[in-house]
């Protein structure tokens, strides 16, 4: 059974660093499409990074570009999403996706969720 579960989530100040962790089950990286989205409150779901399987990294939210970048590893098997610069914009709860394909397009749907963990940036 495939599963997502997100951690690494909490309240942090404006400037900080968090590390989000996506640990997976069920399933090898290297098939799926794995991204981050992020919800906050009041405004609809957001992508914010995607990897495929073979290590391409699509960008979805300019507002995160040289602050955030995903990454993972196969061995465990985790996806991170480090998370650096926080501003109090980026408060959402972060869910992380999955997809047996092998791009990143948002104009297909991700099938598997996790629960999501919450970010909070404020001072």
């Known amino acids: 059974q495939l599963q997502l579960v997100e951690s690494g989530g909490g309240v942090v100040q404006p400037g900080g660093s968090l590390r989000l962790s996506c640990a997976t089950s069920g399933f090898t990286l290297d098939n799926y499409a794995i991204a981050w989205f992020r919800q906050a409150p009041g405004k609809e779901r957001e992508g914010v990074l995607c990897m495929t399987g073979s290590g391409e990294i699509t960008n979805y939210a300019d507002s995160v570009k040289g602050r955030f970048t995903i990454s993972r590893d196969n061995a465990k098997p985790i996806v991170y999403l480090q998370m650096d610069n926080l501003k109090p914009e980026d408060t959402a709860v972060y869910y992380c996706?999955?997809?047996?394909?092998?791009?990143?397009?948002?104009?297909?749907?991700?099938?598997?969720w996790g629960r999501g963990t919450q970010v909070t940036v404020s001072s």
């Open positions: 996706a999955a997809d047996w394909r092998a791009h990143c397009s948002l104009y297909v749907a991700f099938d598997y």
